[in-house]
């Protein structure tokens, strides 16, 4: 589902090749169905994270993505408790909240069909 037009929406992008969108919901990050999800996972990642991952996999909510070993793709929004969380899970690697960055909301339409 997408946000609502009334809140903020987030990307992240994580070496090139990892691409989510999020937006917050009450005291929820909201990570969005169709976000990229990095099968890797760093030796510097915390064990929550690591279950928090090993969780989503389990549940099956990543679909693997035709031609791309390194990474799945998120099939339901999942709420997190924060920013911070919602990358590190993501990703799969020690990063903070900056890596999410805020989409202009301004910003013209670039086409139209």
């Given at each position: 589902?997408?946000?609502?037009?009334?809140?903020?929406?987030?990307?992240?992008?994580?070496?090139?090749?990892?691409?989510?969108?999020?937006?917050?919901?009450?005291?929820?990050?909201?990570?969005g169905a169709g976000s990229d999800f990095r099968v890797t996972t760093n030796p510097s990642c915390s064990p929550?994270?690591?279950?928090?991952?090993?969780?989503?996999a389990a549940a099956g909510v990543l679909t693997p993505i035709p031609g791309c070993e390194d990474r799945r793709?998120?099939?339901?929004?999942?709420?997190?408790?924060?920013?911070?969380?919602?990358?590190?899970?993501?990703?799969?690697?020690?990063?903070?909240?900056?890596?999410?960055?805020?989409?202009?909301?301004?910003?013209?339409?670039?086409?139209?069909?």
């Amino acid at each position: 589902t997408s946000p609502r037009s009334d809140v903020a929406e987030y990307t992240l992008t994580y070496n090139d090749t990892i691409w989510a969108r999020g937006y917050h919901v009450d005291d929820r990050f909201v990570v969005g169905a169709g976000s990229d999800f990095r099968v890797t996972t760093n030796p510097s990642c915390s064990p929550i994270t690591q279950t928090r991952r090993q969780v989503l996999a389990a549940a099956g909510v990543l679909t693997p993505i035709p031609g791309c070993e390194d990474r799945r793709r998120l099939t339901v929004d999942v709420g997190f408790p924060s920013m911070a969380i919602a990358a590190k899970t993501v990703t799969g690697a020690h990063v903070d909240s900056s890596k999410w960055r805020p989409v202009d909301q301004r910003q013209a339409l670039l086409m139209r069909l």
